[in-house]
């Protein structure tokens, strides 16, 4: 089993800055990719992000994180990075990492998920 765990969230105004990590221990034999997904109150979970573990160039952004959001890897910490800029009241969601097999925006593709870390932008 794969365990994922997720740190970094907190209370930032808007404008502001957060930088949440993932640490993947356990079996990560088969975590090829890893992805932040976000969901906030009485809405669907949401993609934001997909990594490859395996090829640093494959890397997709939702159009809601592209140039403000960026993730990063540290493959020796099996750790993933998630540096979030100019944030905005609506980013307020519960951050999700999860990890899987498969490159791909869908949450169903993922087995592996963090218990999740709490993001909350004020106006």
């Known amino acids: 089993q794969v365990r994922l765990v997720e740190s970094g969230g907190g209370l930032v105004e808007a404008g502001g800055s957060l930088r949440l990590s993932c640490a993947a221990s356990g079996h990560t034999t088969s975590t090829y990719n890893m992805a932040w997904f976000r969901q906030a109150p009485g809405k669907e979970r949401e993609f934001v992000v997909v990594a490859s573990l395996l090829n640093n160039d494959w890397t997709t952004y939702a159009d809601s994180a592209k140039g403000r959001f960026t993730l990063s890897r540290d493959k020796a910490k099996s750790t993933v990075y998630l540096q979030m800029n100019s944030l905005r009241p609506e980013d307020t969601a519960v951050y999700y990492c999860?990890?899987?097999?498969?490159?791909?925006?869908?949450?169903?593709?993922?087995?592996?998920w963090g218990q999740g870390t709490q993001v909350t932008v004020s106006s």
């Open positions: 999860a990890g899987g097999e498969k490159y791909s925006i869908l949450a169903r593709q993922y087995d592996a």
